[in-house]
């Protein structure tokens, strides 16, 4: 059973970096062809997508999210982690890590639990 576990700082401050570690667990992050995807939701708002990084190591980010998202990985330690530059109170959301395992016909079958991130002063 894969598990996925995110952490991180739940408040932030404006213009600072938010950093979340995605922690994986009876599955590895190199396994072909599944990829790592990171997702938010606002208050009252809906799942917005952010990126993704493959099986391989290859990136892809949101249009609207590009210029401020990274995300990377330890192979070593299993974990995905996403990095937003500049974060605004328009941030704050609640932040998951998931499987896509869309290759397989199987989409997004594996979710953390998500966590909170405030940004505030």
């Known amino acids: 059973q894969v598990q996925l576990q995110e952490s991180g700082p739940g408040l932030v401050k404006p213009s600072q970096t938010l950093s979340l570690t995605c922690t994986v667990s009876?599955?590895?992050?190199?396994?072909?062809?599944?990829?790592w995807s990171w997702f938010r939701q606002p208050p009252g708002k809906g799942l917005e997508w952010m990126g993704v990084i493959a099986y391989g190591g290859v990136t892809d980010y949101s249009p609207s999210l590009k210029s401020r998202a990274s995300i990377s990985r330890d192979t070593s330690k299993n974990q995905v982690s996403l990095q937003l530059r500049s974060v605004t109170p328009e941030d704050t959301a609640v932040y998951y890590c998931?499987?896509?395992?869309?290759?397989?016909?199987?989409?997004?079958?594996?979710w953390g639990q998500g966590t909170q991130v405030i940004v505030s002063s």
């Open positions: 009876g599955g590895s992050i190199t396994t072909s062809y599944y990829a």
């Open positions: 998931a499987r896509d395992a869309s290759v397989y016909g199987l989409g997004y079958n594996y």
